[in-house]
């Protein structure tokens, strides 16, 4: 019993049952929609791993929101709520895409200079963001959620320019091969490279068949980055000191207003690393005309929740999340049910993570009935 | 005891837990129909537990409850409503942009049948009440216009409208000055002469001296005694109270002041609405002194002391100190210039409540060696030299440098503030509030560790608004009326009614001094 409740009030139980609920609540709404939840689920969890193509396309879906999922959590540890990771994930985009169809220059110097100037867009982006609430006290949510539109017809706005717009197409000019981080592009499509991969079914399917590029190791690195940064270094005391209690960092001679600006350029550089890298990393290596936002920032704010915004736990939660809505096209092509029920199923796991502060508490209530039935 | 009619509330044998920890062990509280009951214990002591089992808010494991002889089961505070039992919090519950009138009929609305309501009879039988136990409260002001004594009659007015037999009263003097406490005290009196019963949580001896008939200890849990309060004095009280003798009654040495360390000419501060609420301010505080500042709450305290720590701009004048300015600097300046500072808020400006003793004990100095190496915190030093201070302050439990200091009593977290503060070897000490919300024997060691730190040469300044604090522990006395020093006094030179009258704004004439 007592280890029971002391497995019961580990944080990651209340995650894993929140998930378990969700596919709960899902296999619900599959029935009353007429279709069979074990077929749908069966239909998912192949899709995301019966084929090593399949894997590397949930990791490939999983990198961007990994990054973004950080950079909501980060901030929220230093106390601010970026919604705005969408808006600076767009900077990223489109700042990779001017610079790597702008520039050639051998892969060494235009591989960085290309991601950089994504971060630099993003942190511009988060900076905007950070200050105005430093200096003049504007809600970090207003902001960054104007921000958003900015960004999206900023780079709708780019898409159409004269000097990136690709003639006959609703896109930009791809960036210049030399940006890109896929692993090995050129050798794995050589014929020393197909012969090499062939013998290895399992590698020359997930080498060739998808875009396996460096954005994972980049955004594993990361969040350890982040976390280091957050739990061992000076500057993230100073930032989570700020984050639990501005009065009493000021009062202990914190400058309050300079770590707003910093977490949030921070924040910001983390999502417009995301754009950067899934400009440089998957096809079509640029931007398009868009219609509506495309959510990688916005799910960042889920997997972030999942995560219970530890940086370590945004890895895990963002492949859950890249699992899920890969995987779900799955269902939809083999049982024909909606991608909507993935969304509600999404939904609900989101939904009954925000209500995971129940689990603790019941665990409370177990003890005490055991401690009374002990009397 | 037996259960009978003449008592208003009996409880017998309660016992309450969370989780593992026992609040309440089998205490029992038996209290007579008109009369007003104390209940005495430290913080933690689990006073307010108990009140909170009697009034719905938690429900017992164990104990019967009887309201005048016939057994109850309070369920919630609803219940606990309908049976006449009206309880004041102490942090109030009203709606600050609300009028008295609208705070009162909150929940209890006169309105016709097509639901309008009543204001004008809901503000005449409030007036009826005021009249009747004097309670002067003007029925059309805002919340957030009137002073906090009133407000605090507001709350009992809410429960009076509601027809309460028995009032539970929480900490009620905590926020009040020594005229309000006064003022509370008649009204207690007057509803007791109606025929009410209070009950009344606190852990101020002389306020029971001054109010109650009987008073029952409880400490950790534990009922200790129930004694009638005429019979005993506030010592046995205090003894009872903590379990071992206290002194109330601060020791110390006459003081050997040195040189003027810190100087504050002519200052004036503004408020948050640009009125001058610190005006033409001057003060001095020499090494090896204690210079305590006396006043009512409001008088400009809270702004002297953002100055001093730059939280807010001065306007004009100058404070120095060892003979440089520091004013409309940073509050980073401050501290380099070897001030300290407790500040009366803990929980706002003194700690970061989600962080570990240790976190909050380098808050500081998290950037200089050898707490910080390179960029990283050094943790084993930072924890080692935390060790060090939970030993020397004897800050409980011992074993805490990596718990939340949240989970600390409100002693032992000021016990945290001191050390930190301390430590930083200050040329100035400033305690503002220092003993605020502690217990007995909190605050005989936080004035016994602030003589300490005089003895050892430290100019300190206290600011405070409990007058007897002030009285007790400092060597000089200023005393603060409107933004203003408006005369200073050495130690044991006038009495409590001469400086009383001085903070309500009252003039001396010049023999005063000399007669005393």
Redesign the interface.
């Known amino acids: 019993m007592k280890t029971f409740v002391r497995i019961l009030k580990k944080p990651i139980t209340s995650t894993l049952i929140a998930i378990l609920f969700g596919f709960l609540v899902a296999a619900v709404v599959l029935v009353f929609a007429g279709y069979n939840p074990w077929e749908s689920f069966g239909a998912l969890f192949k899709g995301i791993f019966a084929k090593p193509k399949y894997i590397s396309n949930v990791i490939i879906k999983a990198t961007p929101i990994i990054l973004t999922g950080l950079s909501v959590a980060f901030a929220f540890k230093t106390g601010l709520f970026n919604i705005g990771a969408e808006g600076q994930y767009i900077a990223g985009t489109i700042a990779a895409v001017c610079v790597g169809v702008k520039f050639n220059f051998a892969p060494v110097v235009q591989v960085p200079l290309v991601v950089l100037s994504g971060v630099l867009a993003g942190a511009v982006f988060g900076g905007i963001i950070g200050f105005l609430k430093a200096r003049f006290g504007i809600h970090e949510v207003i902001t960054s959620i104007m921000l958003n539109w900015i960004g999206l017809y900023l780079s709708n706005f780019i898409v159409n320019t004269a000097t990136y717009h690709q003639p006959n197409s609703t896109s930009s000019y791809a960036v210049n091969e030399s940006s890109f981080t896929m692993l090995l592009p050129d050798w794995k499509t050589s014929k020393a490279g197909m012969a090499a991969l062939k013998p290895n079914k399992w590698l020359y399917e997930m080498m060739l068949k998808t875009d396996v590029n460096f954005g994972i190791l980049i955004a594993v690195v990361m969040a350890i980055i982040i976390w280091v940064l957050l739990y ?4 993230g ?2 930032l ?2 700020v984050g ?2 501005r ?9 309050v207003g300079r770590n707003i600006t910093q977490a949030m350029l921070i924040a910001g550089a983390l999502a417009g690393l995301a754009g950067a890298l899934a400009i440089t990393g998957t096809s079509p290596h640029k931007i398009s005309q868009m219609a509506a936002f495309e959510n990688n920032g916005f799910n960042g704010l889920s997997v972030a929740l999942i995560a219970g915004s530890s940086p370590i736990g945004c890895i895990f939660a963002g492949l859950l999340f890249g699992g899920l809505l890969y995987g779900g096209q799955s269902v939809q092509q083999d049982v024909g049910a909606p991608t909507e029920i993935i969304n509600i199923m999404i939904g609900t796991i989101v939904f009954f993570v925000a209500l995971t502060k129940i689990v603790p508490s019941l665990a ?1 209530k177990l ?2 009935r055991g ?2 039935r002990a009397k | 005891m037996e259960v009978s009619r003449q008592y208003a509330v009996q409880m017998h044998g309660i016992t309450k ?1 969370f ?2 920890f026992c609040a309440l062990n089998n205490v029992s509280l038996d209290v007579k129909k008109g009369t007003i009951h104390a209940i005495l214990g430290e913080n933690g002591a689990g006073k307010s537990t108990l009140m909170n089992v009697l009034y719905g808010l938690y429900q017992a ?1 164990a104990g019967e409850i009887f309201l005048n002889g016939e057994k109850v089961n309070i369920k919630n505070p609803n219940v606990a409503i309908e049976h006449g039992i009206g309880m004041v919090h102490q942090h109030f519950m009203l709606v600050d942009n609300f009028t008295v009138t609208q705070n009162i009929i909150l929940g209890n609305e006169i309105a016709n049948r097509f639901g309008v309501l009543n204001m004008k009879k809901a503000r005449e039988e409030i007036l009826e009440i005021v009249k009747k136990y004097g309670l002067e409260v003007d029925p059309d002001a805002k919340i957030e216009d009137i002073s906090v004594g009133m407000q605090q009659r507001v709350e009992i007015l809410k429960a009076l409208y509601r027809g309460v037999d028995l009032l539970i009263l929480d900490e009620p003097t905590a926020v009040l000055t020594p005229q309000e406490i006064d003022d509370l005290i008649q009204i207690m009196h007057n509803l007791i002469a109606d025929g009410k019963t209070i009950i009344i949580i606190t852990h101020k001896l002389k306020e029971i001296k001054a109010s109650s008939d009987v008073c029952t200890i409880i400490r950790r849990g534990e009922y200790i005694d129930t004694v009638n309060v005429a019979d005993v004095d506030q010592e046995e009280l205090a003894t009872k109270m903590v379990g071992h003798a206290v002194q109330l009654v601060v020791e110390k040495t006459p003081a050997e002041p040195g040189e003027v360390v810190f100087e504050i000419d002519g200052l004036t501060v503004k408020d948050e609405r640009k009125l001058d609420a610190v005006k033409n301010l001057s003060l001095k505080v020499r090494r090896g002194e204690i210079v305590g500042v006396a006043g009512i709450d409001g008088n400009g305290q809270k702004e002297l002391v953002e100055a001093i ?1 730059n ?1 807010t701009r001065a306007e004009s004048g100058t404070i120095r100190i060892n003979g440089a300015e520091i004013q409309n600097t ?7 210039h070897k001030i300290s ?1 407790v ?1 009366e ?1 803990r929980q ?8 570990t003793v240790a ?1 909050n004990m380098v ?2 100095k ?2 200089s060696q050898p707490y ?1 190496k390179g ?3 050094n ?1 084993s030093e930072i924890l080692a030299y935390t060790k060090g201070l939970i030993k020397d302050f004897d800050i409980r439990p011992d074993n805490c440098e990596s718990q939340p200091v949240r989970g600390l009593s409100g002693g032992n977290q000021q016990k945290v503030i001191l050390a930190r503060e301390i430590s930083n070897e200050p040329d100035l000490l400033i305690a503002v509030q220092p003993t605020r919300g502690l217990d007995v024997g909190a605050i005989e060691y936080v004035h016994k560790t602030l003589i300490r730190e005089r003895d050892n040469g430290r100019a300190i300044l206290l600011i405070s608004l409990e007058l007897d604090e002030v009285m007790n522990v400092a060597d000089t006395i200023d005393v603060i009326y409107a933004g203003t020093i408006v005369d200073s006094f050495q130690q044991g030179e006038v009495d409590e009614k001469t400086i009383g009258l001085l903070m309500a704004g009252g003039k001396l004439n010049e023999n005063i001094r000399q007669n005393s």
Do not use: C, W
Not at chain 2, 330 to 336: A, E
């Open positions: 061992r270094s000076s500057k005391y100073e989570r000191a639990f209690n009065d009493a960092a000021e009062f202990a001679g914190i400058n409370d003890e005490r401690a009374q | 837990m989780g593992s494991e720590t939280l940073s509050p980073r300046n401050v501290i380099d500072t500040h808020d706002k400006r003194g700690l970061i409540l989600p962080f976190e808050i500081e998290y950037r910080n960029g990283m915190l943790r």
